[in-house]
C-alpha cells in the first residue's frame, strides 16, 4: 500500500508560507536563535482567537491549514502532532505568575493552553475534526513517532486522509535555559557558513510543518512516504550504517537507489561527525543535501526536513541554498532523510517520487 | 490487523497502595486514598485533598533503584513499569523486542517548578540538574534506560487520556511487527502546576470528590503509575494472559479545549469505536471502568453518551478515581490495569460516596467491591482535555 503526502505547509525561519520555487530568496540570519517568519495568520484563524494563541499554536494551525488547502481535503480522518516541548509560552506564563504570587489570584487561559496537545485540538476545535487525535511528545522522535501512526493507522484502513505535523517553538526562558547546557555556540554565526563551522554548539530554531497523508494521490502529489524508523541511542556508528542499510533493505532498495540524501547536519563538529561516518560507510558519492542552517536546531526540526525533501521531489532540482555536497541526477526519484537530535535520536525516512 | 495482543501483566502504583496486591486491598477494604498533603509543597495543603503516593522520594528511589533527585514522575513509572513486567511471566527483557510507550501530562514538572523560583530572580540562577529532565519524554527515557529498553521508545500526551492513548499505540506496534512486547501506560506526579492549574479551572472539590453523584463538586488530583504489558499472539502462547486488548477507540469532542459537550460526542464515539473494533455488542460489557471525574460537566457528558449507548442494558460501572483521585496522565494506565485485572478475578470495584441518583441518568455505580463475576468483556474510558477521548476493551478471550 502506498502512502503519498497529498499536501504540505510549513512555518519556519525561512519564507515557506507564501508558496512559489523552493528557497527562492533564502534568508540568510547571524545570530544563534531563529524566529519564525510569520505569515497574516488571520487568513485562517478568527482575529479574536489569534490574540489568545500562543505562537506555536499558530504556527501549528497555520501549517495544518496550507497542508489541507494543498491537498484539496477540508476535513481530516485524524489528526496526530509531535512536539518535544510543547506550548512552552504559556507554560511559562502559568509557571511564572505561580511563583511571583505565591499560587494566588491565577487565571486559567494558561494553564488551560499549556498542555502538549492543544495544537492538535485546537485543529479539531477549528476544523470541527472529530476523528482520531493524538499528540506524541518523546525529544527528536515526536514527529517521527506521529509519522508512523498515521501510516500505522492508514494501513489499518480506519483512516483514509490523515493530518501529521511536528513543531517547536522558542520562548525566552527556554532558551536561557538551553543555553546555559551548552548546546547553542558562544557567538553568532553566518547561518550559510554555519555547517562549516569547526567549533562546538549549533543554532536554535523553532517552527512547524504538517503533511495531508493519503491512501490515495492528489493532482499535484510528488511523493509516496515509503517508510520511517526511528533508532534510540545507538551505542557506536556501526550500529547507525547497519540500522540503515536493514532500513532500505525492508523497503527492497539499496544506497545505489538512493538519488539524494538529506542531512540533519547542524554546524556542531562532534555531532556532524555521525553524517560524515554515515555518507562515507554507504553514501560517498551522493548528493547531500542539509537543512538546519535553514531551519535552526530543534527536537522536530525533522519535520522542516521532510517538507524540504517533499518540495525538491516535487520540483526536481535542490535548490543552490540547501545543497551541502556534489549534484544530485537529473531523475531524482528516491530521497533518505537521516536526522538525529543530539547524538541520542535517530531517525530515518524515506520518501519516493511518484 | 488480524493478530491479536494480549494483556500480559500489570503494575500499579498509586495513592491506594504501592503495588497491585496493595491497591486491590485497599479496594476491598474501602480505604479511599485521599487526604491532607504530606509530599507536596503547596499554599492549598489544607485547602484541596489529594491521593498523594504515602512514601517520600527517598523512600520510592530505594524502590526504584534510581536517585532520589530525579523528578518523582520518573521513580513512579519506574516502580510501575517493573511490577508490570515481573507480573508478566516473561525473563530478561534483552530476549525480546520491546517497547516502553508512556503517557504522562507535565514531565519533570516537579522539579522544574523548584528551579523557576531561583531562575526568576537570576537568569543564571537554580541548579540545572532539576530542568534536564523537564520533557515528557526525558522523564520515559530515564526508565527505559534503567529497563534496558531500546527498540522503541515513545511519549503520549493527550492530558487525561494519555494512559489509554499508549496502550492503542502499543498495540498497533505490535500489530505491525515493530516489536513483540510493550510495556504501555502512563505516569504523573502531583506539581503545583498542575494543582494549580486545576484550581483556577474551579473544578477541584474542597471534599473527597464524589464521582456520579448527583451533588459532585469537583475533582481531586492524584499522583501514580500503572502500565499493562501487551504482548503479541504468538508470545501469549508461552504465558497465562490476564486478558485480550480486543478494541480501542480514539475521538475528539471538537467542542471546547477544557470542557465536554453536553451530548457526549467525543466519549460517544471513543466508546462506540472500541466496540465496533473488539466485535462486541454493548449488552456484552459486563463492567465499566468510568472516566468519572466526579466535576459536573465530565460525569454528565459520560453518562449520556453511556445512556445513548448501552440502554437499556448498563453494565456494572465505577469511577475508580474516587479512590486514587484523577492521576491525569497516569489514569489511563492505572485504570488498564484495574480493568485487565477485573476480567482475569472477575471483579468489580466499588465507587466510593455515592449516595444521590444523578436526576440526567437511569443507572448509578456499583458501591461495593465484590468478586466471582464472569467478565466477559470490560472496557475502560478516558476523556481529557483538548477534546481528547479514549475507550479500551478487554475481552476474556
Not at chain 1, 178 to 192: D, E, H, N, Q
Not at chain 2, 274 to 290: E, F
Request: net charge negative; charged share 15%.
Amino acid at each position: 500500500m502506498n502512502i503519498y503526502i497529498n499536501g504540505t505547509g510549513c512555518i519556519s525561519p525561512q519564507n515557506t508560507a507564501q508558496g512559489g520555487p523552493l528557497l527562492a530568496a533564502p534568508r540568510e540570519y547571524e545570530q544563534v536563535r531563529l524566529a519564525t517568519v510569520d505569515p497574516d495568520y488571520k487568513q485562517w484563524i478568527d482575529v479574536k482567537q489569534i490574540r489568545r494563541m500562543s505562537r506555536v499554536v499558530k504556527m501549528g494551525v497555520a501549517a495544518a491549514n496550507l497542508s489541507l488547502e494543498t491537498a484539496g481535503i477540508t476535513l481530516p480522518d485524524a489528526i496526530i502532532t509531535g512536539t518535544a516541548y510543547g506550548c512552552l509560552d504559556d507554560t511559562g506564563v502559568f509557571l511564572t505568575k505561580m511563583v511571583n504570587q505565591q499560587e494566588e489570584m491565577l487565571t486559567p487561559t494558561a494553564f488551560i493552553q499549556s498542555t502538549h496537545n492543544t495544537v492538535a485540538g485546537q485543529i479539531a476545535l477549528l476544523l470541527g475534526c472529530n476523528g482520531y487525535n493524538n499528540t506524541f511528545v518523546h525529544r527528536g522522535f515526536s514527529f517521527e513517532n506521529a509519522l508512523l501512526d498515521a501510516i500505522m493507522i492508514l494501513k489499518e484502513g480506519t483512516a483514509k486522509h490523515i493530518l501529521a505535523g511536528g513543531m517547536d517553538e522558542i520562548t525566552n526562558y527556554s532558551h536561557q535555559v538551553l543555553s546555559r547546557f551548552g548546546i547553542y555556540k558562544k557567538a553568532p554565526v553566518k547561518t550559510m557558513e554555519l555547517l562549516n563551522s569547526p567549533d562546538t554548539g549549533t543554532i536554535a530554531g523553532e517552527g512547524a510543518a504538517f503533511f495531508a497523508l493519503g491512501v490515495t494521490s492528489a493532482p499535484g502529489t510528488a511523493a509516496t512516504l515509503t517508510g520511517v524508523s526511528t533508532l534510540y541511542k545507538p551505542l557506536w556508528e556501526g550500529e547507525v550504517i547497519g540500522h540503515i542499510m536493514k532500513f532500505l533493505e525492508d523497503h527492497h532498495c539499496t544506497p545505489a537507489d538512493i538519488d539524494l540524501l538529506v542531512t540533519g547536519r547542524n554546524g556542531d563538529i562532534d555531532q556532524d561527525e555521525m553524517y560524515e561516518e554515515v555518507a562515507a560507510a554507504l553514501f560517498p558519492d551522493h548528493a547531500e543535501a542539509s537543512f538546519k542552517h535553514l531551519c535552526g536546531e530543534y527536537p522536530t526540526a525533522a519535520a522542516f526536513g521532510l517538507w524540504m525533501a517533499n518540495a525538491i521531489i516535487a520540483e526536481q532540482a535542490v535548490p543552490e541554498a540547501a545543497v551541502f555536497y556534489g549534484h544530485a541526477p537529473k531523475k531524482i526519484n528516491r530521497i533518505l532523510l537521516y536526522n538525529h537530535h543530539q547524538g541520542t535520536h535517530h531517525s530515518f525516512v524515506l520518501l519516493t517520487a511518484c | 490487523m488480524s493478530e491479536k495482543v494480549w494483556i500480559a501483566g500489570g503494575g500499579v502504583i498509586s495513592g491506594i497502595g504501592l503495588d497491585v496486591p496493595a491497591c486491590i486491598k485497599s479496594f476491598r477494604d474501602m480505604q479511599p486514598g485521599m487526604a491532607a498533603m504530606q509530599y507536596l509543597p503547596s499554599v492549598h495543603r489544607n485547602t484541596f485533598p489529594v491521593a498523594e503516593v504515602k512514601a517520600d522520594n527517598a523512600t520510592l528511589a530505594d524502590m526504584a533503584r534510581m536517585p532520589e533527585n530525579i523528578s518523582r514522575t520518573a521513580l513512579l513509572s519506574m516502580i510501575a513499569a517493573r511490577e508490570a513486567w515481573q507480573s508478566s511471566g516473561l525473563d530478561d527483557i534483552s530476549h525480546y523486542r520491546v517497547g516502553f510507550v508512556s503517557g504522562n501530562t507535565v514531565g519533570g514538572m516537579d522539579k522544574t517548578e523548584d528551579f523557576f523560583g531561583d531562575f526568576l530572580a537570576n537568569p543564571r540562577g537554580g541548579r540545572l540538574h532539576q530542568v534536564a529532565h523537564h520533557e515528557c519524554g526525558s522523564i520515559t527515557e530515564l526508565v527505559a534506560d534503567m529497563l534496558g529498553i531500546r527498540h522503541h521508545v515513545s511519549t503520549i500526551s493527550t492530558a487525561c487520556s494519555s494512559g489509554a492513548n499508549a496502550l492503542m499505540y502499543g498495540a498497533r506496534l505490535i500489530r505491525n511487527n515493530i516489536v513483540d512486547v510493550v510495556i504501555a501506560g502512563g505516569t504523573d506526579s502531583l506539581t503545583r502546576f498542575t494543582l494549580n492549574g486545576f484550581n483556577t479551572l474551579m473544578i477541584l472539590d474542597q471534599q473527597p470528590c464524589r464521582p456520579f453523584d448527583d451533588t459532585r463538586t469537583g475533582l481531586n488530583l492524584g499522583e501514580g503509575a500503572g502500565y499493562v504489558v501487551l504482548v503479541s499472539d504468538s508470545l501469549a502462547a508461552q504465558l497465562q494472559p490476564w486478558c485480550r486488548l480486543s478494541g480501542f477507540a480514539n475521538a475528539n469532542d471538537a467542542y471546547h479545549q477544557t470542557a465536554s459537550s453536553p451530548d457526549g460526542t467525543g466519549n460517544y464515539l471513543a466508546m462506540k469505536g472500541a466496540l465496533d473494533m473488539s466485535g462486541v455488542q454493548p449488552q456484552q460489557v459486563g463492567y465499566i471502568n468510568l472516566h468519572g471525574t466526579g466535576t459536573q460537566n465530565n460525569d454528565v457528558s459520560e453518562g449520556i453518551a453511556i445512556n445513548k449507548l448501552f440502554a437499556p442494558h448498563f453494565p456494572a460501572m465505577s469511577s475508580t478515581k474516587s479512590f486514587t483521585g484523577h492521576t491525569l496522565g497516569a489514569s489511563g494506565g492505572i485504570e488498564a490495569v484495574f480493568s485487565a485485572l477485573a476480567i482475569k478475578e472477575g471483579i468489580i470495584y466499588p465507587n466510593a460516596r455515592f449516595e444521590h441518583q444523578m436526576k440526567e441518568l437511569p443507572f448509578s455505580p456499583a458501591t461495593a467491591f465484590s468478586t466471582g463475576h464472569d467478565l466477559q468483556h470490560v472496557m475502560s474510558n478516558s476523556f481529557g482535555f483538548g477534546g481528547n477521548c479514549s475507550s479500551l476493551v478487554f475481552s476474556k478471550a
